[in-house]
């Protein structure tokens, strides 16, 4: 007994001339410590990435950027701002020649006339930078000269446009009080050919992994997935593709098997995803793998017919899913499903209104093959008033299989139908952010579809000036309620909205943007998950009961 107090006092002296604190923990009061090892605590991201692909190719094609961070983050130096990324050829073996893939001839990447108008919550800001390239990657971006984009203060919006088909995808960080919900809006007018109306996405974060429901390889659509490096080190992707027989085998490896695609550093690589599968199939899922390196991945999709829209990556397999905020006036509503597990999925079908939830008539349940893409076409699913589509588990359980979501939304009839999705999403933390609204066709949709909840809505001031303005929103039990957002006073330009979840259940969110064009109402909208405010950090405390060795 002697021997372990002298041995627990000495070891006791050296961690006090160590770290000048030290502190005798009895085995009951450790015991307990050790439990509040599992606290987390939440705070401010100190360095955010996002990548946003590049526009369009069309000559008739005008985009919109607005970069935006609320106000409140910690510290007083820091910045934001997006640069130019280069556009990798595949063909060209120097491209990928220190990656651990061989890139040469495999993806179906756009040629300089093929794209769209010429004829379509992982977290990187865990703490400090996570993932390969943190440091480097700014410093690789100043080296690039002027940035396209960059913010000058939190809390007001600055835009950009440009209407060179040659527009690059952008790279970029933000960092100190810039970077908790830094938040970029892509918005892409095309006047007339494939992938004609409004086209819009959130720059993401990048990531190693992604699913897309609801793309395709059919006749007369082309869906290209760009996937974008904003790292110092080149990234490796494998393309998986599911469709209703299952995964969607290329004739042979190599060239147009979507295996090892090597993504230069801070460069883009679009696929075309036709050239992946032998012959077209109408609705499939892709799988984005990032064996090494991280990227950001969306799918620009365009139609001869039916317009064009990004599809932005839906929430991670889960046994239930949420896709919020299906327009008023949709015309069409086209549910894609896959269970990406060994097992078949059984799945409730429900539609969170603005009075409560109902079945639709005819597809209340929806039986999910595993491995293999379910679609549904929801017929006269809305009704005069937007909502929300819910789907669970048809019976309760821990067991219940993962499954992907999404849905092509359609509005308008005959030659001016317009094409959006609404993958599924995750709930809102804290708070979410929407940059690039306008004075007119701006609509916010928030679904509630467990218990009631209360959020308050902040519009930023304008690019042009004005100042924020707020209101407090009260949501139903199982129901949805869109609306016109708050607009700043007084303000001119763009502005984004920010979505704070103040008490409540579960609130999921999304943003619509409508522009007539040549007599089409295009239409986009973009999910609205946690803006990355803030991480979990665990707390942490000494513990000395290892150096009791009583038995």
């Given at each position: 007994m002697n021997r372990t107090v002298l041995s627990v006092g000495a070891v006791t002296v050296a961690l006090a001339a160590v770290t000048g604190v030290a502190a005798l923990t009895a085995p009951e009061e450790a015991a307990s410590s050790a439990e509040s090892l599992g606290t987390a605590a939440r705070k401010p991201v100190e360095r955010s990435t996002l990548v946003c692909p590049s526009p369009s190719t069309s000559d008739v094609a005008e985009t919109a950027y607005e970069a935006f961070t609320?106000?409140?983050?910690?510290?007083?130096?820091?910045?934001?701002?997006?640069?130019?990324?280069?556009?990798?050829?595949?063909?060209?073996?120097?491209?990928?020649?220190?990656?651990?893939?061989?890139s040469d001839g495999k993806?179906?990447?756009e040629s300089d006339s093929g794209?769209?108008?010429?004829?379509?919550?992982?977290?990187?800001?865990?703490?400090?930078?996570?993932?390969?390239?943190?440091?480097?990657?700014?410093?690789?971006?100043?080296?690039?000269?002027?940035?396209?984009?960059?913010?000058?203060?939190p809390g007001t919006p600055v835009a950009a446009e440009t209407d060179d088909p040659e527009a690059p995808a952008l790279t970029g960080t933000a960092d100190g009080p810039f970077a908790p919900g830094w938040t970029v809006q892509q918005t892409t007018t095309v006047a007339a050919g494939a992938g004609r109306g409004l086209q819009g996405t959130s720059c993401s974060v990048p990531d190693t992994s992604f699913w897309f429901p609801g793309a395709s390889t059919a006749e007369g659509r082309q869906d290209y997935v760009h996937l974008t490096n904003p790292?110092?080190?080149?990234?490796?992707?494998?393309?998986?593709?599911?469709?209703?027989?299952?995964?969607?085998?290329?004739?042979?490896?190599?060239?147009?098997?979507?295996?090892?695609?090597?993504?230069?550093?801070?460069?883009?690589?679009?696929?075309?995803?036709?050239?992946?599968?032998?012959?077209?199939?109408?609705?499939?899922?892709?799988?984005?793998?990032?064996?090494?390196?991280?990227?950001?991945?969306?799918?620009?999709?365009?139609?001869?017919?039916?317009?064009?829209?990004?599809?932005?990556?839906?929430?991670?397999?889960?046994?239930?899913?949420?896709?919020?905020?299906?327009p008023e006036d949709a015309t069409a509503v086209r549910l894609s499903v896959l269970a990406p597990g060994g097992a078949?999925?059984?799945?409730?079908?429900?539609?969170?209104?603005?009075?409560?939830?109902?079945?639709?008539?005819?597809?209340?349940?929806?039986?999910?093959?595993?491995?293999?893409?379910?679609?549904?076409?929801?017929?006269?699913?809305?009704?005069?008033?937007?909502?929300?589509?819910?789907l669970s588990p048809a019976e309760d359980g821990e067991d219940a299989p993962d499954v992907v979501a999404a849905a092509r939304v359609l509005r308008g009839k005959g030659s001016k139908q317009e094409t959006a999705f609404v993958p599924a999403t995750v709930p809102v933390q804290k708070r979410a952010t929407a940059a690039g609204n306008t004075a007119r066709g701006t609509t916010l949709a928030l679904a509630a579809p467990e218990g009631g909840a209360k959020v308050r809505v902040t519009a930023s001031p304008g690019s042009g000036g004005g100042s924020p303005k707020s209101t407090t929103v009260t949501l139903k039990a199982h129901t949805t309620k869109a609306f016109t957002p708050p607009r700043p006073a007084d303000g001119k330009g763009g502005y984004a909205v920010t979505v704070e979840r103040l008490s409540g259940g579960p609130v999921y969110a999304s943003r619509t943007l409508e522009r007539e064009q040549s007599g089409v109402s295009g239409f986009t909208v973009q999910t609205?998950?946690?803006?990355?405010?803030?991480?979990?950090?665990?707390?942490?405390?000494?513990?000395?009961?290892?150096?009791?060795?009583?038995?």
């Open positions: 609320p106000k409140g983050g910690p510290g007083k130096k820091g910045g934001a701002a997006l640069y130019p990324a280069e556009r990798a050829d595949p063909q060209d073996p120097a491209d990928g020649k220190d990656g651990k893939g061989d993806t179906g990447s794209e769209s108008g010429k004829d379509s919550n992982s977290e990187d800001d865990k703490g400090s930078e996570e993932g390969a390239g943190g440091e480097d990657t700014a410093e690789k971006e100043k080296g690039n000269g002027k940035p396209f984009l960059s913010l000058s203060s790292d110092s080190t080149p990234a490796v992707v494998d393309l998986e593709l599911y469709g209703k027989e299952g995964e969607e085998k290329a004739e042979q490896a190599g060239q147009g098997s979507g295996e090892g695609i090597t993504v230069p550093p801070h460069a883009t690589v679009p696929v075309l995803l036709s050239t992946l599968t032998p012959e077209p199939v109408t609705n499939v899922t892709l799988h984005v793998v990032v064996r090494s390196g991280r990227v950001g991945a969306q799918i620009q999709s365009s139609d001869r017919k039916l317009g064009g829209d990004w599809l932005a990556p839906a929430a991670d397999p889960g046994p239930g899913q949420v896709l919020p905020g299906i078949d999925a059984d799945l409730k079908v429900q539609l969170a209104g603005k009075s409560g939830r109902i079945s639709p008539a005819g597809h209340e349940s929806l039986h999910v093959k595993a491995g293999m893409v379910t679609t549904v076409d929801l017929k006269g699913l809305i009704k005069g008033e937007a909502g929300s589509l819910v609205l998950p946690d803006d990355r405010s803030t991480v979990a950090v665990p707390e942490s405390a000494q513990d000395l009961s290892v150096l009791n060795d009583d038995e």
